[in-house]
C-alpha cells in the first residue's frame, strides 16, 4: 500500500493522506506549509478558498464542477504541447 494516497473527491478538494509526514508543501517562493500534526489534509482546486491552498469547503457554496477522473493510460488522448498553434499570433 501506498504511504500517500491523493484521492480527487467529486466536484471538491484533493484529499491527501500522509500519516507518515511524508510531503513537504512549499509555497512558489520555496517557503514550506505546516503540517505538523496533519496526517491528512485537503488542497483547493476550486480556486475559491479563503485559505489556499487548503480547502475551507467554498466548492460546495459556488458550484463548483470537475470533470476529472482516472483513464487507463492506453485510453488516455496524448496532450499536444504546441504553443504557437494554441495561440493567437501577434503582430
Known amino acids: 500500500m501506498a504511504k500517500v494516497k491523493i484521492t480527487i473527491r467529486n466536484n471538491g478538494p484533493y484529499r491527501v493522506e500522509d500519516p ?3 510531503i513537504e508543501l512549499v509555497d512558489a517562493d520555496g517557503k514550506k506549509f505546516d503540517l ?12 475559491g478558498s479563503v485559505n489556499k491552498p487548503f480547502c475551507d469547503g467554498t466548492h ?6 470537475a470533470a476529472e477522473s ?3 493510460r ?3 488522448k496524448p ?4 504553443p504557437s498553434s494554441s495561440s ?4
Not at 36 to 47: D, F, I, M, N, V
Not at 88 to 91: H, I, L, M, N, S
Open 70 to 72: 482516472a483513464v487507463k
Open 79 to 82: 496532450v499536444e504541447n504546441n
Open 60 to 65: 460546495s457554496k459556488i458550484g463548483f464542477q
Open 20 to 22: 507518515e509526514g511524508l
Open 36 to 47: 505538523t500534526g496533519k496526517p491528512a489534509y485537503s488542497l483547493c482546486r476550486c480556486g
Open 88 to 91: 493567437p499570433a501577434k503582430g
Open 74 to 76: 492506453d485510453q488516455a
